[in-house]
């Protein structure tokens, strides 16, 4: 069984950095093929993807964000963490972590609940 | 990059069949997926790979895919099935990435 929870601060100050941690469990990030997602969702509009990570290390990013985004994993932890430099309050979202399905580009069959980050001095 | 158009908004009384579109240039040639999405919830998957349905998902929910535009269609709408619905695709450029339709609004009336 699949799961991910989303974890980090509810508020953040405009041009602080926002670190959020994605805990997961029933699938490795050191299995050929698996990866985790992060994907935004500012209240009211729509879905935004943002980054990838597999677990051979590759990483992808949003082409509008990438200036500002870091992805990393912790394969011991079964964790993986998204940095976001430069906050700004149109960053005010929930963000997700999901679990894409096999590996290369597929479809996201596994999300965490979300957790809403608010940016506001 | 790559842009995924969806209406905001369809209707559709109950027991009718909803259609929702997703437009971009030759999306026929990718491979769409499409989630639900209902208030204060993570989406859902309901379609894969354009017209695979997951385990769970009624077959009431269809896809179908060619030419300039993806469609989801849900037959014999219940008003369970109000949400917003989001599609999906992998823009393989030199730069892969994923991109998300802009999202439609479900009003069953």
């Known amino acids: 069984q699949i799961t991910l929870k989303e974890s980090g601060p509810t508020l953040v100050k405009p041009t602080q950095t926002l670190t959020l941690t994605c805990t997961f469990s029933?699938?490795?990030?050191?299995?050929?093929?698996?990866?985790v997602g992060w994907i935004r969702q500012p209240p009211g509009k729509a879905l935004e993807w943002l980054a990838l990570?597999?677990?051979?290390?590759?990483?992808r990013y949003s082409p509008s964000l990438k200036s500002r985004l870091t992805i990393t994993k912790d394969t011991s932890k079964n964790q993986v963490v998204l940095t976001m430099t430069n906050m700004d309050p149109v960053d005010t979202a929930t963000y997700y972590c999901?679990?894409?399905?096999?590996?290369?580009?597929?479809?996201?069959?596994?999300w965490g609940q979300g957790t809403l980050v608010t940016v506001s001095s | 990059s790559y842009v995924l158009t969806q209406p905001p908004s369809v209707s559709v009384a109950p027991g009718k069949t909803a259609r929702i579109t997703c437009g971009g240039n030759?999306?026929?040639?990718?491979?769409v997926h499409w989630y639900q999405q209902k208030p204060g919830q993570a989406p859902v998957l309901v379609i894969y790979?354009?017209?695979d349905r997951p385990s769970g998902i009624p077959e009431r929910f269809s896809g179908s895919n060619s030419g300039n535009t993806a469609t989801l269609t849900i037959s014999r709408v219940e008003a369970g099935d109000e949400a917003d619905y989001y599609c999906?695709?992998?823009?393989?450029?030199?730069?892969?990435?994923?991109?998300f339709g802009g999202g439609t609004k479900l009003t069953v009336l």
């Open positions: 029933g699938f490795s990030l050191s299995t050929s093929g698996v990866g």
């Open positions: 999901a679990h894409p399905s096999g590996g290369g580009p597929s479809y996201f069959d596994y």
């Open positions: 990570i597999y677990w051979n290390d590759d990483k």
């Open positions: 790979y354009d017209s």
């Open positions: 999906q695709v992998w823009d393989s450029s030199s730069d892969p990435h994923v991109v």
């Open positions: 030759n999306i026929g040639s990718k491979s």
